[in-house]
């Protein structure tokens, strides 16, 4: 499912509805996945709101190497 979730990020998915109508998965899932990554530092959040709409947030992929949690950065994918 991570992978999935990259997949529509580099495809230019960013707020969680585009993720979730992209991918058909639970919310609850969907939401564990994008805390994961965004700890991970693949994906960055960030607020944003829409007239007339409570606050939300988008998700960006990040520059660089992602770090694992308390530890060092992960290697860069073979080619990068």
């Known amino acids: 499912m991570t992978f999935l979730i990259l997949r529509e990020a580099l495809s ?16 609850d899932v969907l939401t564990d996945r994008l805390s994961t990554l965004v700890d991970y530092g693949v994906l960055a959040r960030e607020p944003y709101q829409e007239p007339g709409s409570r606050s939300r947030f988008a998700y960006q992929l990040t520059p660089g190497r992602p770090r694992a949690p308390g530890g060092p950065r992960l290697p860069a994918a073979v080619g990068g």
């Open 12 to 27: 230019g998915a960013t707020r969680f509805a585009q993720f979730r109508d992209a991918l058909g998965v639970a919310p």
